[in-house]
Nanobody, 114 residues
């Protein structure tokens, strides 16, 4: 099983990034997919979730209206579009899959400068 994140980087406040997570080794369409993040010295927190069919999404209050999670089950990929980025969005972002098992990606760094 692999979850491989990409798309992180350095961006100025107010900018945008799109994270991708390519999944393999399990049946992607059976899993609810989420993005988590962990900032230095802080606990890992849930950012957004999308259900297996893509019908339902949920967001942390801190990112509502700025971030959008989506998935393409044909490509086994989940995305996180991040707009209007703030310095406090700086963190390592992790892809997470849950069906009857739980899988984590290795993370991708997002740094937002002021």
């Amino acid at each position: 099983v692999q979850l491989v994140e990409s798309g992180g980087g350095l961006v100025q406040a107010g900018g945008s990034l799109r994270l991708s997570c390519a999944a393999s080794g399990f049946t992607f369409s059976t899993a609810d997919m989420s993005w988590y993040r962990q900032a230095p010295g802080k606990e890992r927190e849930l950012v957004a979730t999308i259900t297996r069919g893509g019908r339902n999404t949920n967001y942390a209050d801190s990112v509502k209206g700025r971030f959008a999670i989506s998935r393409d089950n044909a490509k086994n990929t989940v995305y996180l579009q991040m707009n209007s980025l703030k310095v406090e969005d700086t963190a390592v972002y992790f892809c997470h899959a849950r069906n009857w098992n739980v899988y984590w990606g290795q993370g991708t760094q997002v740094t937002v400068s002021s």
